[in-house]
């Protein structure tokens, strides 16, 4: 699933651990986290984080 990173604080939200501090069970996909859901560390909104870039598609571009 595609890690979302907050363009705040740099925190990434991994789908597959989820996020204990806002009560998100793993394999939760960002797409599926409330739209009040905000980042545990710096408590951001959802609309400030953007997909976190794959390194393997970082490769696979350049």
């Known amino acids: ?3 979302w990173i907050c363009t705040v604080c740099r ?3 991994d789908p597959s651990e989820g996020d204990p501090v806002n009560d998100v069970p793993p394999d939760t996909s960002f797409e599926d986290l409330l739209l009040e859901w905000h980042c545990p560390v710096c408590e951001a909104g959802k609309n ?3 997909p976190y870039p794959d390194p393997d598609q970082r490769l696979e571009e350049g």
């Open 48 to 50: 400030l984080f953007e």
């Open 11 to 13: 925190h990434i939200y």
């Open 1 to 3: 699933m595609q890690k």
